[in-house]
């Protein structure tokens, strides 16, 4: 019978420092700076940093942090948009063992203070333009941490809440800073707070593992090659951008900070700077494709769109392709890194009419590389369900990028990793190639005589309304049918269509009894991150 020491792979090969050493996505900026340190790795306005000063700036952070008592296992926080000391903090914070809480922008003060309470944050990286929430949350928190200010000349100016400023913190540091790799590759990188529309946010840890391999796993799934020209128009607050920051930092690319996100902005940097790769929900390819003509600029090159979130409708894909962009979906969850599903293309798709394309991208895929399983369960007996199409389960989630846990909170920890998969809450089919495509929320499934109708698919046809400019739909209670569709609309500038037209559209492009029954038109309500509230939908649907 052999036995472990019995067998010769084994027997005398022992892990050493000389051959392992953990994962860490902070080794990808090492490499760039000794590999390409003369490149531009920021654009910040008129600002150009180069690699060499960008690793310089980070180890400086991190020694400075370490000269005020910051240490291993303690949290920073960071609260700005995409301006270089976001990106700068991705990296300096963990090289000491600390970990990079980067809080949504959006949120308010009560928000602000539970994160930086509950998440127990050392420190607090804050732009000068969040003064006034900032303020509030720091006396909602009641305790004295360091504040940092974010002084940003592209920004407004406003008042200070700390004892020093960025810049005057990194003057502290030392250039030459000795940073360790984790001890543990499994070690946490960053805490993630979850939107928390109905309770408080969960907070979602990453460890370096996951973060270095999904940003690899960026890099190869979208072909980005050496040294793109990244467009931050996604919120580094935000997944960490998706673990780009790390991507762009192992390619050797440029980083361009945008700290409003607006089309004009936009098309302007696509022309000076020759951006080839930005990633955004939705909600970013409508303000493109509504840009009104002065906001718009001319470019002569494909540019590489990355999209996710709310599933985009197969008419804005398709839009977005024949206005230059070369659209790539993805689909994940805060608790997956960000992206970790790509909607991976095949050649010989290249021959299909445009429209048959853009339908094709609007399911979400296959798994990341570095996802090891992907699967569409029956939630009850965890069993995955046919792959015809047709038969929705629960998307589920397995590997090494899937979260550590919920921070403090065991019981939704244990929840979701129950028989040893992620639970997404997802609903979805499995298509006979094996590519996934949502369905719906488990909460947002409208069940209308005993028929199940899918949000996600009317939404889709409300899209092509050539008026209709964002769509959501909902249940409406129904005495007769149980529920029925409440489609809420806003409208294009300039557009016009009544309730009779959209339900007519719809009654012509899907089975009857999918067609709305209601239309409300109005601005729709939206989360922090730019997703729909159905929530409140779902409120005024049944109030009507």
Same mark, same amino acid.
């Given at each position: 019978?052999?036995?472990?020491?019995?067998n010769?792979f084994?027997?005398?090969?022992a892990r050493?420092?000389?051959?392992y050493t953990p994962?860490?996505? =902070?080794?990808?900026? $090492?490499?760039?700076a000794a590999?390409y340190?003369?490149?531009?790795?920021?654009?910040?306005?008129?600002?150009?940093?180069?690699w060499?000063?960008?690793?310089?700036?980070?180890?400086?952070?991190?020694?400075?942090?370490?000269?005020?008592?910051?240490?291993?296992?303690?949290?920073?926080?960071?609260?700005?948009?995409?301006?270089?000391?976001?990106?700068e903090a991705?990296?300096?914070?963990?090289? /000491?063992g600390?970990?990079?809480n980067?809080?949504n922008?959006?949120l308010?003060a009560?928000?602000v203070?539970f994160?930086?309470?509950? +998440?127990?944050?050392?420190a607090?990286?804050?732009?000068a333009?969040?003064?006034?929430?900032?303020?509030?949350?720091l006396r909602?928190?009641? %305790?004295?941490? /360091?504040?940092?200010d974010i002084?940003?000349p592209?920004?407004?100016?406003?008042? %200070?809440l700390?004892?020093?400023?960025?810049?005057a913190?990194?003057?502290e +540091?030392?250039p030459?800073?000795?940073?360790?790799?984790?001890d543990?590759?499994?070690?946490a990188i960053?805490?993630?707070?979850?939107s928390?529309?109905?309770?408080?946010?969960?907070g979602?840890?990453?460890h370096?593992r996951g973060?270095?391999l999904?940003?690899?796993?960026?890099?190869?799934?979208?072909? @980005?090659? &050496? &040294?793109p020209?990244y467009?931050?128009? /996604?919120?580094?607050?935000?997944?960490?951008?998706?673990?780009?920051?790390?991507?762009?930092?192992a390619?050797a690319?440029t980083?361009?900070c @945008?700290r409003?996100?607006?089309?004009?902005?936009?098309?302007t940097?696509i022309?000076d700077h020759?951006?080839?790769h930005?990633?955004?929900?939705?909600?970013?390819?409508?303000m493109?494709?509504?840009?009104?003509?002065e906001?718009?600029r001319?470019?002569? &090159?494909?540019v590489?769109?990355?999209t996710?979130?709310a599933p985009?409708?197969?008419?804005?894909?398709?839009a @977005?392709?024949?206005?230059g962009f070369r659209?790539?979906?993805?689909?994940g969850?805060?608790?997956?890194?960000?992206?970790?599903v790509?909607?991976?293309?095949?050649? $010989?798709?290249?021959?299909?009419?445009?429209a048959?394309q853009a339908?094709?991208?609007?399911?979400?895929?296959?798994?990341y590389?570095?996802?090891?399983?992907?699967?569409?369960m029956?939630? $009850?007996?965890m069993?995955p369900?046919p %792959?015809d199409g047709k038969? @929705?389960?629960?998307v589920?989630?397995?590997?090494?990028?899937?979260m550590?846990g919920?921070?403090?909170?065991?019981?939704?920890?244990?929840?979701?990793?129950?028989?040893?998969?992620f639970?997404?809450g997802? /609903?979805?089919?499995? &298509?006979p190639?094996?590519?996934?495509?949502?369905?719906?929320?488990?909460k947002?499934?409208?069940? *209308?005589?005993g028929e199940?109708? *899918?949000?996600?698919?009317?939404?889709?046809?409300l899209?092509r309304?050539?008026?209709?400019?964002?769509?959501?739909v909902?249940?409406?209670p129904?005495?007769?049918?149980?529920?029925?569709?409440c489609?809420?609309?806003? =409208?294009?500038?300039?557009?016009?269509?009544?309730?009779?037209d959209?339900i007519?559209?719809?009654?012509?492009?899907?089975?009857?009894?999918?067609?709305p %029954?209601?239309?409300v038109?109005?601005? =729709?309500?939206?989360?922090?991150?730019?997703?729909?509230?159905?929530?409140?939908?779902?409120?005024t649907a049944?109030?009507?």
């Amino acid at each position: 019978m052999t036995t472990a020491s019995a067998n010769p792979f084994e027997r005398d090969l022992a892990r050493t420092e000389a051959n392992y050493t953990p994962l860490s996505p =902070l080794t990808f900026l $090492e490499r760039t700076a000794a590999v390409y340190p003369d490149r531009v790795s920021i654009v910040h306005g008129e600002r150009r940093d180069t690699w060499r000063e960008t690793h310089a700036r980070c180890r400086r952070l991190a020694s400075a942090l370490s000269r005020r008592g910051i240490g291993p296992g303690d949290t920073v926080a960071v609260f700005a948009p995409n301006v270089p000391a976001i990106y700068e903090a991705t990296f300096g914070v963990p090289m /000491l063992g600390a970990v990079l809480n980067t809080i949504n922008i959006r949120l308010d003060a009560a928000a602000v203070a539970f994160i930086l309470e509950h +998440g127990e944050a050392r420190a607090l990286v804050t732009d000068a333009e969040f003064a006034p929430v900032v303020r509030e949350a720091l006396r909602l928190l009641g %305790r004295e941490i /360091l504040v940092i200010d974010i002084d940003d000349p592209l920004g407004p100016s406003r008042e %200070r809440l700390g004892a020093v400023t960025y810049e005057a913190l990194l003057a502290e +540091g030392d250039p030459d800073f000795t940073w360790r790799l984790p001890d543990d590759e499994w070690q946490a990188i960053s805490l993630n707070y979850t939107s928390g529309t109905t309770g408080n946010p969960k907070g979602v840890v990453y460890h370096h593992r996951g973060a270095y391999l999904n940003a690899l796993s960026n890099a190869v799934g979208w072909s @980005m090659g &050496h &040294h793109p020209v990244y467009l931050w128009t /996604l919120p580094m607050f935000h997944c960490n951008g998706w673990c780009f920051p790390w991507t762009v930092a192992a390619l050797a690319g440029t980083n361009v900070c @945008m700290r409003r996100v607006e089309a004009k902005a936009i098309f302007t940097a696509i022309a000076d700077h020759r951006v080839t790769h930005f990633c955004g929900a939705p909600i970013v390819l409508g303000m493109i494709l509504n840009a009104k003509p002065e906001e718009r600029r001319e470019f002569d &090159h494909t540019v590489q769109v990355m999209t996710a979130a709310a599933p985009p409708p197969a008419a804005v894909l398709e839009a @977005m392709e024949r206005s230059g962009f070369r659209m790539t979906h993805v689909y994940g969850l805060t608790e997956t890194y960000g992206p970790a599903v790509i909607c991976a293309w095949k050649d $010989e798709w290249d021959a299909l009419p445009m429209a048959e394309q853009a339908t094709l991208k609007s399911r979400q895929g296959v798994p990341y590389h570095a996802l090891q399983g992907l699967e569409v369960m029956d939630p $009850e007996t965890m069993q995955p369900v046919p %792959r015809d199409g047709k038969t @929705m389960g629960e998307v589920m989630f397995r590997g090494n990028v899937v979260m550590k846990g919920y921070l403090k909170n065991p019981k939704a920890t244990a929840e979701s990793l129950a028989g040893g998969w992620f639970h997404s809450g997802d /609903l979805g089919v499995m &298509h006979p190639d094996g590519y996934i495509q949502l369905r719906d929320r488990s909460k947002d499934i409208i069940i *209308s005589g005993g028929e199940n109708i *899918s949000s996600i698919e009317v939404e889709d046809v409300l899209y092509r309304h050539p008026a209709v400019l964002e769509a959501a739909v909902v249940a409406r209670p129904d005495e007769k049918w149980g529920e029925t569709p409440c489609a809420f609309v806003t =409208l294009k500038d300039g557009a016009s269509a009544t309730e009779r037209d959209i339900i007519d559209f719809c009654r012509a492009n899907l089975a009857h009894f999918k067609a709305p %029954r209601t239309v409300v038109f109005g601005p =729709l309500p939206k989360t922090s991150t730019g997703k729909v509230q159905k929530f409140r939908l779902r409120d005024t649907a049944a109030e009507l």
